[in-house]
Nanobody
Framework: VQLQASGGGLVQAGGSLRLSCVAS????????MGWYRQAPGKQRELVAT???????NYADSVKGRFTISRDNAKNTVYLQMNSLKPEDTAVYYC???????????WGQGTQLTVSS
């Protein structure tokens, strides 16, 4: 499975941006897809995940501002980010978990910079 993320960039605080991640290759049986982020000097952290059935999970820091969605037919996961804050600045990584072995795949990361 290969994950290709896109959509990062530079945005002002309060602005919006949407990230996309397309899974290709042997993408059958991908159960959970999600987004993680890593800011300079910090550990990678969960942003949001979405299961194949649509159930979602969000980090407290993004609840109410970010929305994760998924198009199973296109093997694509999206992250709509609104009301962006400078502390959202990070490299955002797409993630996918494939059943039944729960193998984890990572995309290459896309940089989001939020200016104050």
């Amino acid at each position: 499975v290969q994950l290709q993320a896109s959509g990062g960039g530079l945005v002002q605080a309060g602005g919006s941006l949407r990230l996309s991640c397309v899974a290709s290759g042997n993408s059958v049986s991908i159960s959970v897809m999600g987004w993680y982020r890593q800011a300079p000097g910090k550990q990678r952290e969960l942003v949001a995940t979405i299961a194949v059935g649509g159930s979602t999970n969000y980090a407290d820091s993004v609840k109410g501002r970010f929305t994760i969605s998924r198009d199973n037919a296109k093997n694509t996961v999206y992250l709509q980010m609104n009301s962006l804050k400078p502390e959202d600045t990070a490299v955002y990584y797409c993630n996918a978990v494939q059943t039944p072995r729960l193998k984890v795949y990572w995309g290459q990361g896309t940089q989001l910079t939020v200016s104050s």
